[in-house]
């Protein structure tokens, strides 16, 4: 019993920025690694950045410099900001999470959000 949802995408002009931001709830205990991924019409679904419980973060080649994510572990909360936009960022964006559960037994289960759509055009 647990959901993610995103919110923030839109409609920006290249070199614009973008903040997109994903919150969990539900029955957790506790969350791992949480991260942003992203999916572009007939390509494939790609790690975007991702960012473990103590703050290390990872990001795709392509971002770096540009990108940058943060969470707020009180608040089960993750944010993906986004400067310097290019045409080739369009996408659908979605948050991802390794949630501990405790019922029915003790796991870590990976969730998804359900999408944002972020589209960079004149």
């Known amino acids: 019993q647990v959901q993610l949802v995103e919110s923030g995408g839109g409609l920006v002009q290249p070199g614009g920025s973008l903040r997109l931001s994903c919150a969990a709830s539900?029955?957790?205990?506790?969350?791992?690694?949480m991260g942003w991924y992203r999916q572009a019409p007939g390509k494939q679904r790609e790690l975007v950045a991702a960012?473990?419980?103590?703050?290390?973060?990872n990001y795709v080649d392509s971002v770096k410099g540009r990108f940058a994510i943060s969470r707020d572990n009180a608040k089960n909360t993750v944010t993906l900001q986004m400067n310097s936009l290019k045409p080739e960022d369009t996408a659908v964006y979605y948050c991802?999470?390794?949630?501990?559960?405790?019922?029915?037994?003790?796991?870590?289960?990976?969730?998804w959000g359900q999408g944002t759509q972020v589209t960079v055009s004149s």
């Open positions: 539900g029955s957790i205990f506790a969350i791992d690694t």
């Open positions: 960012i473990t419980r103590g703050g290390g973060t």
């Open positions: 991802s999470a390794e949630i501990i559960v405790l019922r029915p037994t003790p796991t870590v289960v990976d969730y």
